[in-house]
Nanobody, 124 residues
């Protein structure tokens, strides 16, 4: 089981940037992919981005492609989500998740452990 703690959320104006961090701890496998999901109030949870264990493969939702960048530092057990050109529709609680394998998954069923979430609010 992986313990995940997100940080870096907050209030930002449209067009601004935020950098989310996800710190992993506890008992882990030798390697696992990581992902970010988000859930707006009253909406379903949706995939945002994912990265393989090695960092050589990434995937993004069409809605954030070109604006968000996922990265990881395995030595620090930390995954990041750099969010640029933020839009009001990006407002949501953002969750990081540890995958069940080494590669990239886009379904929540591909992830075994979840953080508590961090609120991102983008004002217009």
């Amino acid at each position: 089981q992986v313990q995940l703690v997100e940080s870096g959320g907050g209030l930002v104006q449209a067009g601004g940037s935020l950098r989310l961090s996800c710190a992993a701890s506890g008992r882990t496998s030798s390697g696992y992919g990581m992902g970010w999901f988000r859930q707006a109030a009253g909406k379903e949870r949706e995939f945002v981005a994912a990265i393989s264990w090695s960092g050589s493969h990434t995937g993004y939702a069409d809605s954030v492609q070109g604006r968000f960048t996922i990265s990881r530092d395995n030595a620090k057990n930390t995954v990041y989500l750099q969010m640029d050109s933020l839009k009001p529709e990006d407002t949501a609680v953002y969750y990081c998740a540890a995958g069940r394998g080494l590669g990239v998954a886009t379904s929540p069923f591909g992830f075994a452990d979840w953080g508590q979430g961090t609120q991102v609010t983008v004002s217009s």
